[in-house]
């Protein structure tokens, strides 16, 4: 998305469930720490199980769709467009992939995969 986020933004969509301040962080996570080290090994693990059951189910569904509707936006014209005028301002090397023109020819790798789906 471009920006980020603060404690209170993160907590809020749920994404943290609490929020320490930085001058006694590691006291407050040790303390968390140390009480969950008290409970039983196995019931630990049991409710994490039940907890996250459910996530996985719905993180795997959505996770489908998302593959689903990738794989359509990189077959459509529009993202074959996009990724031409990206790769564009990259001269392409063999051995090191692409170097980026504008950046003083600093060198990436990543960009061969690219370059090979076009």
């Given at each position: 998305?471009?920006?980020?986020?603060?404690?209170?933004e993160?907590?809020?969509a749920?994404?943290?469930?609490?929020?320490?301040?930085?001058a006694?962080?590691?006291?407050e996570?040790?303390?968390?720490?140390?009480?969950?080290a008290?409970?039983?090994?196995?019931?630990?693990?049991?409710?994490?199980?039940?907890?996250?059951?459910?996530?996985?189910g719905f993180l795997n569904?959505?996770n489908?769709?998302?593959?689903?509707?990738?794989?359509?936006r990189?077959?459509?014209?529009e993202?074959?467009?996009?990724?031409?005028?990206f790769m564009s301002k990259?001269?392409?090397?063999?051995?090191?992939g692409a170097?980026n023109?504008?950046?003083?020819?600093r060198q990436l790798t990543?960009?061969?995969?690219l370059?090979?789906?076009?």
């Open positions: 998305m471009g920006r980020k986020f603060s404690a209170e993160m907590k809020e749920g994404m943290v469930s609490r929020i320490f301040p930085s006694t962080f590691k006291e996570v040790l303390k968390l720490a140390t009480a969950a008290k409970f039983p090994p196995q019931a630990m693990k049991d409710t994490k199980a039940l907890i996250r059951e459910h996530d996985y569904e959505v489908k769709r998302e593959m689903k509707l990738l794989g359509e990189m077959a459509s014209e993202s074959t467009s996009a990724i031409i005028e990259w001269e392409v090397c063999p051995r090191i170097t023109k504008k950046r003083g020819g990543v960009f061969t995969l370059l090979a789906s076009l």
